[in-house]
């Protein structure tokens, strides 16, 4: 009787031991991306007048259809390298360059104008990409550059010159959110290269001058830009927000004394005829002053 419980037990101890451990199924940390295009750093985009006035330009269908192409290919690859939610805002001139009939189904559109200063962006967001965004004004090499308006000829933070490109690599990096990827021009490429240098690029065109210059084939740049935001996302730790130490100062300096009309109140001063200083204890407090509208 004895050894009979004996070879009973000792099957219920190795019927436990090799008894395959059930465990809960874990839930995927979300990680939420948001991409920032323009249509001036899109394959084939040289020129203003020809390609880029909504509903004006001669040949601006084809470049809507030149911008979904590459923002469709970045969601793809966002996605593959491990992107939960993709949200697009349409940033190029007034937000009605992108169609929800051609936007990946997969990403969320954000378009249309005004938005928030801070473009709706909070913690719940894991990264931001730019697509199609150019090189700051006066770039030399740089395709169509200039730094929001074409006014503008310069913008600098604590000191350090910045455009478009930096301006929201800075916006995120305040709020926690790490800039990873950019694809433009060799110009654009280099200037988020010298803010975010583990970011990744796809470069799709090179500027010979400012309205001319040399572009892959659209398939061929949606190719780039699709490894390259699978790259992006699958690096996602490897890059860290860029954060500005306050207080903050931002100069912008116009090209003529037609500048805009900014009321002076505390932070707000007017250093000349075309020059403007923006004052506040972080980033965004400062940005806010010149960026309000």
Same mark, same amino acid.
């Given at each position: 009787? =004895?050894?009979?419980?004996?070879?009973?037990?000792?099957?219920?101890?190795?019927?436990? /031991?090799?008894?395959?451990?059930?465990?809960?199924?874990?839930? $995927?940390?979300?990680?939420?991306?948001?991409?920032?295009?323009?249509?001036?750093?899109?394959?084939? *985009?040289? %020129?203003?007048?020809?390609?880029?006035?909504?509903?004006?330009?001669?040949?601006?269908?084809?470049?809507?259809?030149?911008?979904?192409?590459?923002?469709?290919?970045?969601?793809?690859?966002?996605?593959?390298?491990?992107?939960?939610?993709?949200?697009?805002?349409? %940033?190029?001139?007034?937000?009605? %360059?992108?169609?929800?009939?051609?936007?990946? $189904?997969?990403?969320? =559109?954000?378009?249309?104008?005004?938005?928030?200063? /801070?473009?709706?962006?909070?913690?719940?967001?894991?990264?931001?990409?730019?697509?199609? =965004?150019?090189? !700051?004004?006066?770039?030399?090499?740089?395709?169509?550059?200039?730094?929001?308006?074409?006014?503008?000829?310069?913008?600098?933070?604590?000191?350090?010159?910045?455009?478009?490109?930096?301006?929201?690599? !800075? =916006?995120?990096?305040?709020?926690?959110?790490?800039?990873? !990827?950019?694809?433009?021009?060799?110009?654009?490429?280099?200037?988020?290269?010298?803010?975010?240098?583990?970011?990744?690029?796809?470069?799709?065109?090179?500027?010979?001058?400012?309205?001319?210059?040399?572009?892959?084939?659209?398939?061929?740049?949606?190719?780039? *830009?699709?490894?390259?935001?699978?790259?992006? !996302?699958?690096?996602?730790?490897?890059?860290?927000?860029?954060?500005?130490?306050?207080?903050?100062?931002?100069?912008?300096?116009?090209? /003529?004394?037609?500048?805009?009309?900014?009321?002076?109140? /505390?932070?707000?001063?007017?250093?000349?005829?075309?020059?403007?200083?923006?004052?506040?204890? %972080?980033?965004?407090?400062?940005?806010?002053?010149?960026?309000?509208?």
């Amino acid at each position: 009787m =004895l050894r009979k419980y004996r070879f009973s037990f000792g099957l219920l101890l190795a019927a436990l /031991t090799f008894a395959p451990v059930v465990t809960r199924a874990q839930t $995927p940390t979300p990680k939420k991306v948001f991409i920032i295009s323009d249509l001036e750093g899109v394959d084939g *985009i040289f %020129n203003f007048d020809l390609q880029c006035i909504p509903f004006k330009s001669p040949l601006y269908s084809e470049s809507r259809k030149l911008l979904a192409g590459e923002v469709n290919a970045a969601v793809e690859g966002l996605l593959e390298g491990g992107a939960t939610q993709v949200v697009v805002y349409d %940033n190029h001139y007034g937000g009605h %360059n992108l169609s929800t009939l051609d936007i990946n $189904p997969k990403a969320l =559109l954000l378009s249309g104008s005004p938005v928030s200063p /801070t473009l709706g962006l909070d913690s719940s967001y894991s990264a931001i990409l730019f697509i199609g =965004l150019h090189s !700051m004004a006066g770039t030399k090499g740089g395709v169509l550059p200039h730094s929001f308006t074409w006014d503008i000829q310069n913008i600098w933070v604590n000191g350090k010159k910045v455009g478009e490109i930096g301006g929201r690599v !800075m =916006l995120a990096g305040q709020l926690g959110i790490p800039a990873i !990827m950019l694809a433009g021009d060799a110009a654009a490429c280099k200037e988020f290269q010298v803010l975010v240098p583990e970011g990744e690029c796809a470069q799709v065109k090179t500027g010979a001058s400012q309205t001319g210059g040399y572009s892959l084939s659209h398939a061929a740049a949606c190719a780039l *830009i699709h490894e390259k935001a699978r790259l992006a !996302m699958e690096h996602l730790s490897q890059v860290k927000p860029y954060q500005i130490t306050g207080p903050v100062e931002v100069k912008v300096e116009y090209t /003529t004394s037609a500048t805009p009309n900014f009321t002076l109140r /505390t932070g707000v001063q007017q250093l000349d005829g075309r020059t403007w200083v923006f004052r506040g204890g %972080n980033f965004i407090d400062a940005w806010l002053k010149f960026r309000s509208f």
